[in-house]
């Protein structure tokens, strides 16, 4: 089953410009990972922040974390095309019960 | 270093069969996690395997079954297909020390296709 959801289901932007994704979720967490997919291909790792984390910084990319609201947002600044791809939020709960991912957003960059 | 890999990349059965998929992690990661991709359903968790032993499995009934081997490669094993079963099965290994988990680095997948 879903942890949770990932806001909005689909964003289209242009190049250039940000975009933001929330991801919201429902247990405790150990730490929460943002992952990158292609078409239908493999998952790439961009980031994980803990849960005593509030924010994370990777080149474009900033995630912040509020445990007290579940919820955690993604930010990738100055888009560009190949940012072009499906996002998840994925939860680990410490345990070894794997990840729980959200529906992902499916974010399009125009040129 | 090699990432991970997993073989094959696509495959068509038939409903009842039985197929077998194959994850080889990143030298020195023991973790071994298996997931399933649907439309409808999204990614799912399969299984976790860690040195060789599987340490928990999602929800999923009992003819999704894996294993480890000592080289912690690991196979899923998916009997008796059902139109359902058709998704991207994805592999994933990561480094764990002191129960920590320092993120997942993911296979390309297997498509799988029932008919």
């Known amino acids: 089953s879903q942890q949770g959801e990932e806001d909005p289901q689909a964003l289209s932007i242009q190049e250039g410009e940000n975009a933001t994704m929330n991801c919201s979720y429902k247990t405790s967490i150990n730490n929460l990972q943002w992952y990158r997919q292609n078409s239908g291909r493999g998952l790439v790792h961009l980031i994980l922040?803990?849960?005593?984390?509030r924010e994370k910084h990777s080149g474009r990319l900033r995630v912040t974390l509020d445990t007290s609201k579940k919820s955690s947002s993604l930010l990738i600044t100055a888009s560009r095309a190949a940012d072009t791809a499906s996002y998840f939020c994925?939860?680990?709960?410490?345990?070894?019960?794997?990840?729980?991912f959200g529906k992902g957003t499916h974010l399009i960059i125009q040129p | 270093k090699a990432g991970v890999t997993q073989t094959p990349r696509y495959l068509i059965k038939t409903r009842g069969q039985q197929v077998t998929l194959s994850c080889s992690p990143i030298?020195?990661?023991?973790?071994v996690s298996w997931y399933q991709q649907t439309p409808g359903q999204g990614l799912q968790f399969l299984f976790e395997?860690?040195?060789?032993?599987?340490?928990n499995k999602g929800n999923f009934p009992g003819r999704f079954s894996g294993r480890q081997f000592s080289n912690s490669r690991s196979e899923m094993n998916v009997s008796t297909l059902e139109l359902g079963d058709s998704a991207l099965y994805l592999c994933?290994?990561?480094?764990?020390?002191?129960?920590?988990?320092?993120?997942?680095?993911f296979g390309s997948g297997t498509r799988l296709t029932v008919v």
């Open positions: 030298s020195g990661h023991r973790s």
């Open positions: 922040i803990r849960s005593n984390e």
């Open positions: 395997y860690f040195s060789e032993t599987q340490r």
């Open positions: 994925a939860t680990d709960g410490g345990g070894a019960d794997g990840l729980t």
């Open positions: 994933a290994s990561s480094f764990q020390t002191g129960g920590a988990n320092y993120g997942y680095t």
